[in-house]
């Protein structure tokens, strides 16, 4: 267990140094936020009790499939996972340590955007905040999730790169955080259930923290545990 309590700290201290992370946990949400929120709040100013969830959607699949599986492609598909056999450490621990600090960096990212939405464009705040942040646990546990998928699947940067714009763009512009997923084809109405920012924006919404939106987080987070662990054992067999 002290060993990979050292390990998390080692890697938040190297994720903190990540310009990579950096930008896509921080810098480009919170760019997206400070241009668009004016933006939306002007057009639609009804979007102002929404604004927070939508911003957080952003934030939330910019870190799980931009930030994250690089970080994973780089720990997996490079001498480090040699350093790790060598010195016995469990090749979970690379996942796990990578997963959490990720997780840690992106509520952070979160709470600066529900603080500073109120301020700067009167967005509203959820009036249940346990809940809420709950809910948001849940949303970048399972994206998160996803993420690792795409990292221990692609190996190549070029490849991985593309593909993960591939699930981050139709994320964003079907999950119904940029405008009404009724103004959608029902063909990509449809698809845009397929992903984790769907769902986590309506468990999000006053009154969606329900059965009804979380069974989508409970089904996604069994069957990318399994996909992972079954990943992570052909790295050890290889």
């Not at 241009?35 to 009790?49: C, Q, W, Y």
């Not at 598909?77 to 990720?102: C, E, F, M, R």
């Not at 546990?141 to 990292?151: D, N, Y």
């Amino acid at each position: 267990m002290n060993g990979f309590l050292y390990g998390l700290a080692l890697q938040w201290k190297m994720d903190i140094r990540s310009k990579s992370l950096f930008v896509t946990c921080y810098i480009i949400p919170l760019i997206f936020f400070l241009l668009m929120g004016g933006i939306f709040t002007s057009v639609m100013p009804e979007m102002k009790n929404t604004l927070i969830q939508s911003m957080i959607v952003m934030s939330v699949s910019m870190g799980a499939f931009i930030g994250l599986p690089p970080s994973l492609a780089e720990t997996y598909g490079s001498d480090i996972k040699k350093i790790y056999k060598a010195n016995g450490v469990p090749l979970y621990s690379g996942l796990l340590t990578l997963y959490l600090s990720a997780f840690v960096h992106l509520m952070i990212s979160c709470v600066i955007l529900l603080l500073l939405a109120p301020a700067l464009f009167e967005a509203v705040l959820p009036t249940q905040l346990p809940l809420f942040l709950s809910a948001l646990a849940v949303y970048i546990l399972v994206s998160l999730s996803t993420g690792s998928i795409l990292g221990l699947t692609v190996k190549n940067q070029a490849k991985l790169t593309m593909t993960a714009q591939l699930v981050f763009l139709p994320s964003i512009m079907l999950s119904g955080t940029m405008f009404p997923v009724g103004l959608l084809p029902d063909f990509l109405e449809t698809t845009g259930r397929f992903f984790p920012a769907y769902w986590g924006y309506r468990l999000m919404l006053e009154n969606g923290f329900r059965s009804e939106n979380l069974w989508y987080f409970i089904f996604v987070f069994c069957v990318s545990a399994i996909l992972c662990a079954i990943l992570l054992n052909k790295q050890i067999s290889g």
